[in-house]
């Protein structure tokens, strides 16, 4: 790819890889970069939105406020961080409807053995709510259970509890 970005006194080149700019690169194509610079950047922000180039990228518009930009590329990872998040939500949504049906249990049984009540584990399988580390651990344990497999895997703090 060929670009009018020119990076001064570093030894990257524009046409690397945006993942390999130093910070010093990432503040010359917001400071002075153009379209195809800036689609680079929001290309690496999509695939790691709390990756190394999107913290980079907003320290850049932190520091130098660049006139036009600064809220596009802005605007770039929060949206990415919006559209990760919403995707994480759902893929711990289809975990939970997966160990629900996996358990064999009816929703009312599986919420009653997690510690909870069936309406607040439709939110869960729905995705409006995200469920806590630990009920996540509790609903695997029930589904293992149901599965007739132990509890726990070895070595965890619930079997150290009962040694």
Known sequence: MTTALRFRNI????DDPVETWPFEGILAAVERGTLPDWRRLAAAIRADPWGPVA???LEAVRLR????????????VSQARQLAADSERADVAAEVRDLVGRSGR????FAERIGTSRSRLSTYMSGKVTPS???MVRMRRVTRLAAGQPAD???SVGRMIWK
């Open 11 to 14: 030894t990257a080149s524009p």
């Open 55 to 57: 913290q980079q990228v």
């Open 65 to 76: 406020h660049p006139y036009g930009t600064a809220e596009l590329l802005e605007g770039v």
């Open 106 to 109: 009816s929703k009312q049984d």
């Open 133 to 135: 580390a630990a009920l």
């Open 153 to 155: 895997k070895p070595g």
